[in-house]
């Protein structure tokens, strides 16, 4: 299983920058995926998670102005990113959640969104 991140980069305050989640060797239509994201010195947080049906879910701190959503015909997951602050500045990860374990299981390596005030 394979998930590749991408779509990273440096943003002005009250930019946008859309953030992809490419999967590979899984059965990618059944599987929630999830986008966290971990600042320097803070723990890694859930940003948005969206589900094998469509239902999504966001962290407090950016209802309104991240959209999560799949292509499954693509393997892919997105994360929109829309008035970024700067507090907003992380590496965000993609992930998805093995049912069995109970977890997000398989992780992405990582990339970096960096926002400029």
């Known amino acids: 299983v394979q998930l590749q991140a991408s779509g990273g980069g440096l943003v002005q305050a009250g930019g946008s920058l859309r953030l992809s989640c490419a999967a590979s060797g899984l059965s990618f239509s059944t599987v929630t995926v999830g986008w966290f994201r971990q600042a320097a010195g803070k723990q890694r947080e859930l940003v948005a998670g969206?589900?094998?049906?469509?239902?999504?879910n966001y962290a407090d701190s950016v209802k309104g102005r991240f959209t999560i959503s799949r292509d499954n015909a693509k393997n892919t997951v997105y994360l929109q990113m829309d008035s970024l602050k700067p507090e907003d500045a992380a590496v965000y990860y993609c992930?998805?959640?093995?049912?069995?374990?109970?977890?997000?299981?398989?992780w992405g390596q990582g990339t970096q969104v960096t926002v400029s005030s």
């Open positions: 969206i589900s094998s049906g469509g239902n999504t």
């Open positions: 992930a998805a959640f093995k049912l069995s374990s109970g977890t997000y299981r398989y």
